[in-house]
């Protein structure tokens, strides 16, 4: 018995890998956590689930007797509803409080959302949609950092210093303001060795370096040592 083969549901699975492999390939350039063949493997797979379920609407209509039906986006609707865990696994919270990921997390959601329209057969949506995508996460904040806010212009950076004198605390915080550095949090604890750590989340603005920071902090009498770490 010879079983009939559908060409548009190659087509499909081709045109969402297309599209999966223009998502991988910006975070596989950005080192994120969700690479090219994760992409390609939500797209793909939501794709096929996703024309599966309205050809077998469709395909088993009932025996005369017994009226099925089925509705032919049920399974797509889970497909939505799935995604959620594996998005999950990239968002991770630092020791910092900083959460980062959600971009990550977002894209693995666009991925099977791609896939799920190009199963149900909108082509230029989905290119559409993978095109307003790419431009949301790369050409909006370039823009942003010219024409938007000062904060979109600005970004953060985690400083820890150590002193060894309690009575100089108060002036080296008031010595980093001096150096176009603005300090968005405070924090101060004792260490063990009679020492004192202070932790400060500053802003910057968005073209001065990190290293052009640690220098300017490294110029402050009183600081024994300095580590910095940039978040954004």
Not at 23 to 31: D, S, V
Not at 58 to 72: A, E, L, R, S
Not at 73 to 101: E, K, P, W, Y
Not at 205 to 224: A, C, D, F, L, M
Request: overall charge positive; proline content about 3%; charged content about 20%.
């Amino acid at each position: 018995m010879e079983l009939p083969i559908d060409h548009n549901i190659f087509i499909k699975l081709g045109f969402a890998a297309i599209l999966g492999l223009i998502i991988g390939l910006e975070r596989e350039i950005k080192r994120k956590p969700l690479g090219l063949k994760t992409c390609l493997v939500i797209s793909i797979v939501s794709c096929l689930l996703t024309a599966i379920s309205i050809e077998s609407a469709y395909k088993f209509p009932g025996d005369g007797q017994v009226n099925i039906t089925m509705d032919p986006l049920r399974l797509a609707a889970q497909i939505v509803s799935g995604i959620g865990f594996l998005g999950a696994g990239v968002i991770l919270r630092r020791g910092n409080d900083t959460v980062t990921g959600l971009t990550t997390a977002a894209m693995i959601w666009g991925a099977a959302g791609i896939g799920i329209a190009v199963g149900a057969g909108y082509y230029w949506e989905s290119t559409a949609g993978v095109i307003m995508i790419m431009i949301s996460v790369e050409f909006i904040p370039y823009l942003m950092h010219f024409i938007g806010p000062k904060q979109l212009r600005e970004k953060e950076i985690l400083l820890r210093l150590t002193v060894s004198e309690q009575k100089k605390i108060e002036s080296i915080i008031e010595k980093v303001k001096t150096k176009e550095i603005e300090i968005k949090n405070v924090r101060i604890k004792d260490l063990s060795n009679q020492e004192f750590l202070i932790q400060l989340k500053i802003t910057v603005h968005q073209k001065r370096s990190t290293t052009n920071v640690y220098t300017s902090i490294t110029e402050i009498p009183g600081i024994k040592a300095v580590e910095i770490e940039s978040l954004g």
